[in-house]
């Protein structure tokens, strides 16, 4: 019985032939281009005729240009016809970066050349800040159109070049959270011997026609306990009048208060003109919109009428008399009234968003302040405020903080 030959492919030889010759060859490990058997005898046969890229890189390898592009990658495969052509723009540039020294390595080295460093060791001859200066405002014109005349609620301030005027800003060592707290301190005649009557403050900046030794350090008396504060003044910048906005707020916002108006937030009301509305319970309180800003004409004021409609009861009474109408969860129907409602403090005259009810607390209970000590509700508004709070036993109410206002303390 004589033995039989495989059978052989039949046809052109296409997937069939590939797949008889896989099987018969013994699998290869990663990184072998041949299999341990023939890698002596593959060494000592001619190489396959290369074509297309492959036919190109072989050619930069034999040269000794591609050297430094290869080191880095994994040894190519063969490739056959097709896209060679596409590639030699992009080994043309990579001749011309091999060409010219880089200050990249292939290789791992402990020697660091000056193109190496990410951070110069020499300082500019110039500082950045010196560079930097305000932009102007250009004004700009329409050519096509008609022009037409209108009245505005706008006036020009009219300024004077080349005068200026010093910023401070002023601390609190410990720290005063009432803001009339804080205009009773720096207008201390103590305070009024180093800064002089003419000044702007604002609670945290102060403006003054003249310049301090910075940085100043005066102790005071807290009225209310006694207790001592030291009131820090440190120079900031010196204010051209075109950069001076902040300052002429403050001056038109001065003459609010010598009107007396009320400040609610950014605006200023009249209280004691309030027309009010007994059916409904409410009040409302005219006022005005004031803000100094630049534009194309110069700096200009800016007024405007604003109407601020209020409640006349308080959110105490409001809770009493909602329990007066529930006898069922009168928590819950307290809730479900005071929630949601924005609330006016008469002492700072802010406005606050009820966000939840503190049932478990009352004014004597406890908080941590800003420096470390424990004081009570009580206590606190009588220091900071000078207010006496008489029923110890409400609810306080809960407003959580937004970001831009956590930012600022």
């Known amino acids: 019985m004589s033995d039989k030959k495989p059978p052989e492919a039949i046809g ?11 099987l018969q060859n013994k699998p290869r490990r990663p990184g072998q281009s041949s299999p341990p058997s023939e890698q002596s005898s593959a060494s000592s046969t001619d190489q396959p005729k290369v074509l297309g890229r492959g036919a190109i890189l072989q050619t930069l390898l034999s040269q000794g240009r591609g050297r430094g592009l290869l080191q880095q990658s994994d040894p190519l495969p063969q490739i056959g016809r097709g ?49 930097l200066k305000k932009l102007s405002i250009t004004k700009q014109t329409e050519m096509s159109g008609v022009t037409t005349s209108l009245e505005v609620n706008y006036v020009h301030l009219k300024t004077f070049e080349g005068k200026g005027i010093y910023e401070y800003h002023v601390g609190f060592v410990p720290s005063v959270d009432s803001k009339n707290m804080k205009f009773r301190l720096m207008n201390d005649p103590v305070v009024k011997e180093v800064t002089g009557n003419v000044k702007m403050f604002d609670g945290s900046k102060m403006y ?19 207790s001592t504060v030291t009131v820090t003044i440190r120079l900031v910048k010196t204010c051209v009048p075109s950069d001076c906005l ?7 916002r001065k003459v609010m208060h010598i009107l007396r108006l009320t400040q609610v937030g950014r605006n200023f009301y009249n209280s004691k003109g309030g027309i009010p509305i007994p059916q409904h ?16 004409g110069g700096v200009m004021l800016n007024c405007d009428a604003s109407f601020r409609v209020l409640r006349t009861v308080t959110a105490r009474e409001m809770m009493n008399e909602t329990s007066m109408k529930n006898r069922g969860n009168v928590r819950d129907e307290i809730i479900r009234a ?12 802010k406005t606050y968003k009820v966000d939840d009810v503190a049932w478990d607390m009352n004014p004597t209970s406890t908080f941590t302040t800003s420096d470390g000590s424990e004081i009570s509700f009580v206590d606190y508004y009588k220091k900071s405020y000078d207010i006496q709070i008489q029923d110890l036993n409400q609810p306080l109410l809960i407003n959580k903080a937004k970001k831009k206002d956590l930012k600022r303390v």
């Open 12 to 22: 052109r030889g296409g997937r069939g032939a590939a797949l008889l010759a896989a």
């Open 281 to 296: 319970k409410l009040e409302v309180w005219p006022g005005y919109i004031t803000a100094v800003q630049e534009y194309e």
């Open 246 to 252: 902040h300052l002429y707020n403050l001056l038109f």
């Open 83 to 131: 896209r060679g052509r596409g590639l030699m723009d992009i080994l043309s540039e990579a001749r011309t970066k091999l060409a010219t020294p880089s200050c990249a390595s292939p290789e791992a080295t402990t020697n660091v050349s000056p193109c190496e460093s990410p951070v110069s060791s020499e300082e500019p001859s110039v500082s950045p800040t010196s560079e």
């Open 338 to 349: 005071i929630v949601g409602c924005v609330v006016l403090t008469r002492y700072n005259n």
């Open 208 to 226: 003054l026609p003249i310049r301090l030794s910075s940085p100043l350090n005066i102790k005071l008396e807290l009225p209310t306990d006694k």
